[in-house]
């Protein structure tokens, strides 16, 4: 259980980078490994400019990407839920940013997937997922990751993450994440993604690499300003098994 906790609070932050670019490693830190009895996990990230307004929302590009490994190749547990507060210093925007619908990407490759709303592209990156059937070696497999904007209605904003994964298996996996403003003293935005089970609860993500772009269709999707040095975030993740566990994530900036 001990094990399983670490894990959750490294692979929060990480994903959290990802999934909601509100805050990432800051230019030129070097990957980070947390070692926690067979386990491994590296995490590497970071958003430019570094150096942006101290009073006015600057457009940012966020790259982000992490690895799990187990020493003893066993297969890592699952991420289900990720509940992400962000700092109040950082912003999403999505309006005028050509939108997808989820039915449009479900259960399509990465080709019919670009080819359906490739307007609506945010971010690219890949992924791979480690898939273990009983009494077999775990299997790896790669897939192309695309970040689509749902859309905002109601105050509430929607991205999708596609991944579509071919041989030794077969399938698109696309989570949803939503993102609403969020007051909660040094935090101002909540995101909550929810990740579906990869053949039937066998998979997990074990690696990612992920770039927000900085403009699509003249829109900034993330913008930040550095009031105090700092970008912060608060994360809670759930596993399959229940487990759940929180940390923080801090990042350093320069205010001009």
Request: charged share 15%; glycine share 12%.
């Given at each position: 259980m001990r094990k399983y906790v670490a894990l959750i609070t490294a692979v929060g932050a990480l994903l959290a980078v990802a999934a909601v670019g509100i805050a990432g490693a800051a230019g030129g830190e070097t990957p980070v490994t947390v070692k926690v009895?067979?386990?491994?996990?590296?995490?590497?990230?970071?958003f430019s400019p570094t150096t942006i307004s101290k009073t006015k929302q600057t457009p940012i590009e966020l790259k982000a990407s992490g690895e799990v490994n187990e020493a003893d190749n066993s297969h890592p547990p699952a991420v289900r839920e990720l509940i992400i507060e962000g700092d109040k210093n950082a912003e999403v925007h999505v309006k005028g940013?050509?939108?997808?619908?989820?039915?449009?990407?479900?259960?399509?490759?990465?080709?019919?997937?670009?080819?359906?709303?490739?307007?609506?592209?945010?971010?690219?990156?890949?992924?791979?997922?480690?898939?273990?059937?009983?009494?077999?070696?775990?299997?790896?497999?790669?897939?192309?990751?695309?970040?689509?904007?749902?859309?905002?209605?109601?105050?509430?904003?929607?991205?999708?993450a596609h991944a579509y994964f071919s041989n030794p298996i077969s399938?698109?996996?696309?989570?949803?994440?939503?993102?609403?403003?969020?007051?909660?003293?040094?935090?101002?935005?909540?995101?909550?993604?929810?990740?579906?089970?990869?053949t039937g609860g066998s998979g997990s993500i074990i690696s990612f690499n992920l770039k927000i772009k900085k403009n699509v269709a003249g829109v900034n999707p993330i913008s930040a300003k550095c009031s105090d040095g700092k970008l912060k975030v608060h994360v809670q993740a759930k596993f399959e098994d229940g487990t759940k566990a929180e940390t923080e994530v801090i990042r350093a900036c320069t205010g001009k």
């Open positions: 009895g067979n386990l491994e996990l590296t995490a590497n990230g970071g940013i050509p939108t997808c619908k989820s039915g449009q990407i479900q259960a399509t490759d990465t080709a019919a997937a670009e080819k359906a709303c490739k307007s609506a592209i945010i971010g690219e990156g890949t992924t791979t997922a480690q898939v273990a059937f009983a009494e077999q070696k775990p299997i790896n497999v790669n897939a192309k990751l695309l970040l689509f904007n749902g859309g905002e209605k109601g105050g509430k904003i929607t991205w999708f399938g698109a996996i696309v989570t949803t994440v939503t993102i609403t403003k969020h007051k909660n003293g040094r935090f101002g935005t909540l995101a909550v993604a929810k990740i579906p089970q990869i």
